[in-house]
């Protein structure tokens, strides 16, 4: 159980593209959603946190116009990176906690790799 | 004072020795303590969670928690080359409705 799942796992695009990245939690109904970039051998980042039927919170110095978090569903969230440009390369990797617990466990998914060209 | 602290650089261990990693937190509220672990490349998977004073064991790997000195740490018994990986403690902290991590402990195997 608890699996959380991302699409595309890996995308290369050009520079002033959008790019939208999808995670699902597959077994569980996920209330919270977080985004998380990581640079090569660099500590996780926290983007911001999606909560189902409302606006994502974003951390201090992420653009919300930029990165556009939806959570349409207790199973979906995506990360749309908006007119992309090289500095965006990064791994993206969503991570979710499970509406029915109490507890505080976050379950991450695979990761997509952002090359922007 | 950052909220999670994992001070140590990159640990080596002779395969088979006892890998030790620690974490120290600032938030003296928090109640759920998280171990996560990440190989290059991958994203991290939960390998423990303690909420509760003392030790919890699963396998080779054993939590401690000690709230009073506000630290957390990870034993691995037995180390294994398949260990090697980087180790990501994560704090529930009573201050934001999300896990804070640090920025992890590189953790080498030698065989």
């Known amino acids: 159980g608890a699996v959380v799942s991302q699409h595309p796992s890996w995308v290369i695009c050009k520079s002033g593209t959008s790019v939208k990245i999808e995670c699902r939690s597959l077994d569980f109904q996920a209330t919270t959603m977080f985004w998380y970039r990581q640079f090569p051998k660099q500590s996780l980042m926290l983007m911001a946190t999606s909560n189902e039927g409302s606006k994502a919170t974003y951390e201090q110095g992420v653009e919300k116009d930029k990165f556009l978090i939806n959570h349409a569903s207790l199973t979906l969230s995506t990360l749309t990176v908006t007119s992309a440009h090289p500095e965006d390369s990064s791994f993206y990797i969503c991570?979710?906690?499970?509406?029915?617990?109490?507890?505080?466990?976050?379950?991450f998914g695979p990761g997509t790799r952002l090359l922007v060209l | 004072q950052k909220e999670v602290e994992q001070n140590s650089g990159p640990l080596s261990v002779p395969e088979g020795a006892i890998a030790s990693l620690n974490c120290t937190y600032s938030?003296?509220?928090?109640?759920?303590f998280f171990w996560y672990r990440q190989y290059s490349g991958k994203s991290p998977e939960l390998i423990m969670f303690i909420y509760s004073n003392g030790d919890k064991e699963d396998g080779r790997f054993t939590a401690q928690l000690n709230k009073a000195s506000q630290y957390v740490s990870l034993l691995i018994r037995d180390s294994q080359p398949s260990d090697s990986a980087t180790y990501l403690c994560a704090v529930k902290t009573e201050r934001n409705n999300r896990l804070a991590f640090g920025k992890g402990n590189q953790v080498v195997v030698i065989p």
């Open positions: 991570s979710a906690k499970e509406r029915e617990r109490l507890s505080w466990t976050q379950y």
């Open positions: 938030d003296r509220g928090s109640q759920s």
